[in-house]
């Protein structure tokens, strides 16, 4: 009676006659029943499949699934059904026989751990392709806000030989509705044996240092750069090429400034306006000069001053900015010549040309320019009893 010999998916490979002997079948003999010394060849066929069949010859007939290490080129291979494919090679470099393939895992089954020593790249001849991909996949049914959706950590020793994470890359989910998604980006090191992070970019496209920054270079700014928390030290340059900077303490040396004088807020008993003459009085710090060639008077509200000082103390309405030093518009009745100093008229928050005959005190600077009408214009001044 013959023997049917089935592959594992039930398939019929081969039926073997009694007392006979199949060897083409498979790349392993078939003893049929009755075969004389039948244990010589089963014996065989352990050794070859625990060697997987070992050797430079490709084993035939090949059946699918069955693995062959070719000793030609050290590698383990796996026959596909219509071709063998490299598993691995021994101190190789382990690469599948057809480009983007094959994969290592899969959605349902996953490594746990991978060590290695790696370089991930890809080789093409074009220009503007896409680069390799390393995608960190978390298949969550559910996701929610705070969720984390994975880490590079890099691992090293310390001096008493246990491994210690020295840096961390994570990415943390801020909104997984469809259509609105948005996540956070982090940096962290290791400071004092604790993993702490640095570098934040926020859902916003925003880059939060939540740390000082110290930048050796240029650090050329196009948006706005905020610090809620630490220092801002460059030994270099900081270049603001269309926007402001603002802080709430500058320390520093200043080289040159945008605008020409330097104002400090002072609370008005009215709104006041730019190139008005204020002395100090009225009912609370300042208010308009009223008196011709008035002693007290303090200075001019400033247009676009250089300097702010104590510039929280209030806004433009409560408390003007008056220019206390430098250039800056100033009301002006009547003629003046260039250089000419100016007084307090009394016209209300209005200079004029001084006569010769008024006291030091008076003075409140010189006009830049000359005025050769009778009414009020801003004329441009320099601030100071010259």
Known sequence: ???????????????????????????????????????????????????????????TPALQGMCWYDTGSNSLKLYTGTDWSNIFKDNQSNVPDTNGVYNLGSTTNKFNNIFANALIAQVDGGTGAAGPDITLYRNSPTPTVSDNIGRIIFSGNNSSDTEIPYGRISTTIINPVAGSEQSQLQFGIQYNSTMTNVLRINEDRSTQMLYDASVAGNLTVTGNMLSTAGNLTVNGNIVSTSGDMYATIFHGVATSAQYADVAERYESDAILEVGDVVVIGGEKEITKSTTDADVNVFGVVSDKPALKMNDKAGNDKTHPLVALLGRTPCKVVGPVGKGQRLVASNIPGVARAAHGDETTLSILGRSLEAKTTDGIELVEIVIGRL
């Open 1 to 59: 009676m013959a023997t049917n010999i089935y592959q594992f998916n039930g398939t019929l490979l081969a039926t073997v006659a009694d007392g006979t002997l199949n060897t083409s079948a498979a790349p392993i003999a078939f003893p049929g029943k009755g075969y004389s010394n039948y244990g010589a060849p089963v014996m065989q066929d352990v050794l070859w499949v625990m060697q997987n069949f070992a050797g430079a010859i490709t084993p």
